[in-house]
């Protein structure tokens, strides 16, 4: 069984403060994909990372496949109340569907 | 920008009743999935569609469960006689191909919350 641990599970930080996520797991996936997911809505796509030891920026957001890609991190920076939600790593097999195997997630929320 | 979009947003139904949830994927995507997730728990993959056949199923995807493409837009998820358990998110998703990289990435819909009573 293909497993994707999130820590911390839940985060509850203050407005300003920097935080990391990490998604591991004991299989290599062929890409990593980030989700946040607001209560009660569809999970929307973040970022994909593909390469070993890839690193992606999407504004204050930084995301890090692990060299033997089998991690992942994410990173924000100076969080703001409005990156509060649930984040989810989710690993592809890739091949012939495009199975995602999820994370178990991470509760983020920021005190203004 | 374009969307996956699924109806009911919330469907009530009696323990052994079909039910069925229908999306309308993004108009150029080739590639269906079903996932579901329970309250307070991961989302689950269920079942992948490709070229109106299923690709890969999950051990969740029993007889109870089939999904169809009736009339080339709509995709939907049947569960011919609903359990308890079923109670659950359930999302659609769809992509443009498979494989790694940006065409092969899965675009989620707003979700069907069932509740089974």
């Known amino acids: 069984t293909q497993l994707l641990e999130q820590s911390p599970q839940f985060l509850s930080i203050q407005e300003g403060e920097n935080l990391t996520v990490y998604c591991n797991s004991s299989s290599v996936f062929s890409s990593l994909q980030w989700y946040r997911q607001e209560p009660g809505e569809g999970p929307v796509l973040l970022v994909t990372v593909v390469t070993g030891g890839e690193v992606k920026k999407l504004k204050r957001l930084t995301f890090q496949f692990g060299d033997a890609r089998k991690d992942s991190s994410l990173h924000i920076t100076a969080a703001q109340p409005g990156d509060t939600g649930l984040y989810l790593c989710a690993g592809a097999k890739g091949g012939a569907t495009n199975k995602l195997i999820f994370g178990t997630g991470t509760l983020l929320a920021v005190q203004p | 920008e374009p969307e996956v979009t699924q109806t009911p947003s919330h469907q009530v139904t009696q323990m052994g009743q079909e039910v069925i949830l229908r999306c309308v994927p993004i108009s150029n995507h080739l590639y269906f999935y079903w996932y579901r997730q329970i309250l307070g728990q991961k989302v689950e993959f269920l079942v992948s569609?490709?070229?109106?056949?299923?690709?890969?199923k999950s051990e969740i995807f029993d007889d109870q469960f089939s999904v169809e493409r009736p009339d080339g837009s709509n995709f939907t998820l049947k569960i011919r006689s609903t359990k308890l358990e079923d109670s659950a998110m359930y999302f659609c998703?769809?992509?443009?191909?498979?494989?790694?990289?940006?065409?092969?990435?899965?675009?989620f819909g707003e979700g069907s919350r069932l509740t089974v009573l």
């Open positions: 569609f490709y070229n109106n056949e299923i690709s890969e």
């Open positions: 998703a769809t992509s443009l191909k498979t494989g790694t990289g940006r065409a092969g990435e899965l675009f």
